[in-house]
């Protein structure tokens, strides 16, 4: 059984080692996450190559994601480096402060002070410590403290319900557009938006800066689930980001929000990424919890097209054996996923040919007892919409085009294979493709596999045909014609 759900790993000090890498692309990394909110640009250069040089050794693809920190609204810094607060305590947020002490500290975003009112709840470390604010005044927010504990330097400020008006993209995310432009980043994730106006803005960066990287949203702001259509429609992709988003809408409401919003994407032809520890325990720990495990399982049981790790791959002690066990998940909740597996149509009318094809084509693997269908692209277009299908049978995307073959890395049942550099006619191509799948054992002399393909060959948006083939029939009937 091939695994369909994609496993993004976030890079850092635990996997840039070659040794590292290698082993967590042997273990099933899809596509790796460059974090823009650690380290420098030469470093994150660094390691695209790394990545890019050793899934072409291991004889596979894999995506890239570079993810902009965004506007991530923090406190100063402390004389001592960290203080303890109890309930009931009085705390200043001042941004005047340069240093904190036990009775107030800096703030990294001063206009945070137009940002609450009195009677506004704040939540530091991502909820660990809540703040109630009694009274603004002047460039300081008075507060009492209403969940206490240990506060240290830099930790991050949400306003509970959302609210807090900081830009989505900040000087330094458009530094980093640049550089994910000129490392050729497949993906780009905007930290923060509210509107689609964020996501589109970002699209308008990286093509000024020449890349063509397909943009995802982080909704991780209470004010994007309001805008959660709007913010699709600008989009190629979302992620479900649910560390700021449950400080920010409460923890309870996060389970619903995240399958309401993988639903809502395959609805829309849009992918999604399932995001935050989801195996937390597995920074110090070689297994992960049965909570954990049931946690990735669901993910991939409301359809998700990819889950994510995020400290256990960067910063922890078993990134192998991370990914190790998300795919080992992922494989067996997928074994449930596709028992239940939909046949019925859509009930809306396709808007293109490309649609009209992909679902032709997805009705008939569901009929038929299809081996594999080989979609011949550009662009993955077809591949994309053809995985927003449930099927089991796999659907393998040729492609001569490396940036075509890098995206459908993260499309759920999607498998990269170059295919038809220099070929334009389509009878040699469909035997060739042919050849290609029994080659991979995808298929066996007498399966059936559908084919799809547009032509003219070589037309971006061209698939306008689908062939059910008898796999040997296309080489019988070639050898019969030359007798």
């Not at 001063?110 to 005044?137: C, F, P, Q």
């Not at 009492?144 to 959302?162: F, M, T």
């Not at 009930?347 to 011949?376: C, D, F, K």
Request: proline fraction near 3%; include cysteine; charge should be neutral.
């Amino acid at each position: 059984m091939i695994r369909r759900t994609k496993i993004v790993a976030t890079l850092g000090p635990a996997s840039r080692d070659a040794k590292v890498l290698v082993r967590m692309i042997e273990a099933g990394v899809d596509v790796v996450r460059i974090n823009f909110s650690h380290g420098v640009r030469e470093e994150h250069i660094r390691s695209v190559e790394l990545t890019r040089a050793l899934a072409k050794e291991a004889g596979t693809t894999v995506g890239i994601l570079a993810d902009l920190q965004g506007p991530k609204i923090r406190i100063g810094k402390f004389e001592n480096n960290k203080i303890k607060l109890e309930v009931g305590d009085k705390f200043i947020l001042d941004a005047d402060c340069e240093l904190g002490n036990q009775e107030r500290v800096g703030l990294d975003y001063k206009e945070l002070l137009n940002d609450v009112e009195t009677g506004a709840t704040l939540m530091l470390d991502d909820g660990r410590i809540v703040l109630g604010v009694s009274l603004v005044r002047g460039k300081q927010i008075h507060c009492v403290v209403e969940q206490g504990g240990y506060l240290s330097n830099n930790k991050g400020i949400n306003r509970k319900g959302g609210g807090l008006g900081a830009p989505a993209l900040t000087s330094k995310d458009m530094e980093d557009i640049r550089t994910a432009a000129e490392f050729g980043a497949d993906y780009l994730a905007v930290s923060f938006p509210r509107s689609g106006n964020d996501i589109r803005q970002a699209r308008e960066l990286m093509q000024e800066a020449g890349g063509n990287s397909l943009l995802m949203a982080k909704i991780e702001r209470s004010e994007a689930i309001k805008a959660l259509d709007e913010i699709m429609e600008a989009s190629d992709a979302i992620m479900v980001a649910r560390g700021d988003l449950a400080v920010e809408v409460g923890d309870a409401a996060v389970p619903a929000l995240q399958k309401r919003m993988i639903r809502t994407a395959r609805i829309n032809n849009k992918l999604v990424v399932t995001a935050t520890q989801m195996m937390e325990s597995m920074i110090t720990n070689p297994i992960p919890t049965r909570a954990e495990v049931s946690d990735v399982a669901n993910a991939v049981l409301d359809g998700t097209d990819a889950v994510m790790l995020s400290a256990e791959s960067a910063a922890g002690n078993y990134p192998v054996e991370s990914v190790e066990a998300m795919a080992r998940v992922c494989l067996e909740a997928e074994k449930e996923y596709l028992v239940h597996t939909d046949r019925r149509m859509p009930s809306n009318h396709p808007s293109t040919i490309e649609e009209a094809i992909a679902r032709a084509t997805m009705y008939t693997a569901s009929g038929l007892q299809i081996s594999a269908i080989a979609a011949l692209t550009q662009s993955g277009d077809t591949a994309l919409l053809m995985s927003r299908r449930s099927s089991r049978v796999p659907i393998f995307a040729l492609s001569p085009h490396k940036g075509t073959r890098s995206k459908v890395t993260l499309f759920r049942g999607v498998y990269p294979v170059e295919f038809g550099k220099g070929l334009n006619d389509p009878e040699v191509i469909l035997g060739l493709a042919e050849d290609e799948l029994l080659r991979r054992g995808a298929v066996r002399n007498g399966d059936i596999m559908v084919m799809t393909i547009g032509e003219p060959v070589g037309k971006t948006g061209g698939t306008n045909t689908m062939k059910i083939i008898k796999v040997g029939d296309f080489k019988r009937r070639e050898h019969a014609g030359s007798s």
